[in-house]
């Protein structure tokens, strides 16, 4: 994502923000390979890509790491996350496979350390407009819109429903893979530009809640950024059993420091994907005696990412692959003892090019537990909005392609709210959107300037190279505690990583229209 951006019209296209413009599924066949081999890692934070690598905590270059800052709300979280930001949808670089976005410590080797890196002065505000703006969600999207508004004048006000802010950054993601401390330096950072925070407010027609109509009247504009909350049910029996939690919950307690007792019991995960195997090793690191997951397919079918099914069974997770959930057995007082599983083999391809699996002709199996975890997906909580007028299609929000809800003057929505579950980029980038498109609303056309200098495209010197495979802490420690495991990379290593970038700012792939330029 390009950190500086022009605004050519009047509004900008949440698709031109996405990751999917021009990276996931994109043929690069028709975009030079450009790019250049830094003699530093610091070199590519000028380059204005607000998740790009590790270099975000290298010293020696820390005053380019404070301009970037001036277009990019929290450099720091989008440093630590890969898996959370874009990976599945960046482009590969030379060699086919995609850079490296993230290193969670400092750069190693030679770069000097500086734990300060991440707290970065924000730049001058724009004088006050008087307008005032609501956001409900206090998440990656609504934080990011808010800073962006405050910065070109308008007050910000959030409405979160939790009693802190972050939303999946600190109620989705563990801390082992998303330090908290870093979280809340960002968010320090973004709430010194003036934004007004309201915890512990719903936004609904219940008892204590504030309704959305009540918003809509007071407010100037109203931007809409609540994540994926809800969780999803699997339908079968003993579903309600003492010892049955879903991952949000798991998870949303985590975040609160609200921990899970699993000591010495017996866990099991039902599903496949990247949040269950994050319940999964935050089971382990909960001390539960056993932790195995349940999955109907096979393990190469598994929506995870390889290395987190790797990094899963490394702590010592057992895998019950081509087990489909069947009941969930309790005893006499309603604790789970037991979750009952369908085998199954595999069968014919489906329309997403999988293998689908069948029932097995087999009786069915029995695991004995404690718990039952279960990961199978996650929903938007959208029924007050739709009572209160606004298209909701399939459990999402119905936004036009500048953010604005339809036949709804005035009021904007993105990220999952928008286009249900997704990335964590993805909720970012709809929230710059969504603040540029607030500002033209309001009767602006502000600018937030980057005041980095781009360092000219060369890519003479480009060769096939092949992805840093980052080091981590040995299963054996790692999984005894909730710190970040994975560690930084060298000097030598990121200065490789770095090189393999592909420029694709410089070739149309920017957050939004036109973001080629010096400014937005």
Not at 88 to 117: E, F, Y
């Amino acid at each position: 994502f390009v950190h500086s951006i022009t605004l050519p019209f009047s509004r900008v296209s949440a698709w031109d923000s996405s990751c999917r413009n021009g990276l996931s599924g994109c043929s690069m066949k028709n975009v030079p390979a450009a790019g250049y081999r830094p003699e530093n890692p610091g070199a590519i934070t000028a380059k204005r890509l607000p998740n790009e690598v590790f270099v975000g905590h290298a010293a020696v270059h820390y005053p380019l790491i404070l301009q970037r800052f001036r277009a990019v709300p929290q450099p720091v979280h989008r440093t630590l996350l890969r898996r959370s930001a874009c990976k599945p949808d960046i482009p590969a670089g030379i060699s086919g496979s995609p850079l490296h976005r993230t290193s969670p410590p400092p750069v190693t080797g030679s770069v000097p350390q500086n734990p300060a890196a991440g707290r970065c002065p924000v730049p001058e505000k724009a004088e006050s407009t008087g307008k005032k703006v609501a956001i409900i969600g206090g998440g990656p999207g609504g934080l990011s819109a808010a800073y962006y508004l405050e910065l070109m004048g308008h007050h910000a006000v959030v409405f979160e429903e939790k009693s802190k802010l972050g939303g999946m950054l600190r109620y989705g993601i563990p801390n082992y893979r998303f330090p908290r401390e870093r979280l809340q330096e960002d968010i320090d950072t973004i709430l010194s530009t003036g934004v007004e925070v309201k915890l512990n407010t719903r936004v609904g027609n219940g008892e204590g809640e504030i309704s959305y109509n009540k918003l809509h009247e007071e407010y100037d504009a109203v931007y809409i950024a609540i994540g994926a909350h809800t969780d999803k049910k699997i339908g079968i029996e003993g579903e309600d059993a003492n010892g049955v939690m879903s991952a949000v919950e798991m998870l949303r307690r985590i975040g609160d420091d609200d921990m899970p007792d699993f000591k010495d019991k017996t866990v099991v995960v039902v599903g496949g994907g990247n949040v269950a195997m994050d319940c999964t090793r935050s089971a382990i690191r909960l001390g539960a005696k056993k932790v195995g997951i349940a999955y109907r397919r096979r393990q190469t079918d598994m929506t995870a990412l390889p290395e987190e099914v790797e990094g899963a069974i490394a702590e010592g997770a057992e895998l019950y692959s081509l087990k489909a959930p069947h009941k969930i057995e309790a005893d006499e007082n309603g604790n789970v003892t037991a979750l009952w599983v369908e085998p199954q083999i595999i069968g014919p391809i489906d329309a997403w090019g999988r293998a689908r699996p069948i029932q097995a002709d087999v009786p069915l199996l029995r695991i004995p537990c404690d718990i039952v975890v279960v990961a199978i997906g996650q929903g938007i909580e959208t029924r007050h909005f739709e009572e209160a007028g606004l298209s909701v299609k399939r459990g999402t929000i119905t936004a036009m392609s500048d953010s604005e809800v339809k036949d709804v003057h005035g009021v904007f929505a993105g990220g999952d709210c928008v286009t249900g579950p997704a990335t964590v980029i993805r909720a970012i980038a709809a929230g710059k959107v969504a603040a540029a498109n607030i500002d033209e609303y309001l009767g602006y056309h502000h600018v937030v300037p980057c005041d980095v200098e781009i360092p000219p495209v060369s890519y003479e010197d480009k060769e096939p190279c092949g992805r840093i495979q980052l080091s981590e802490k040995e299963a054996g420690e790692r999984k005894t505690n909730f710190d970040a495991f994975e560690c930084g990379m060298t000097k030598q290593e990121a200065c490789q990583e770095a090189g393999r970038c592909l420029r694709c700012d410089k070739y149309g792939y920017g957050s939004l229209k036109g973001g080629r330029a010096a400014i937005w």
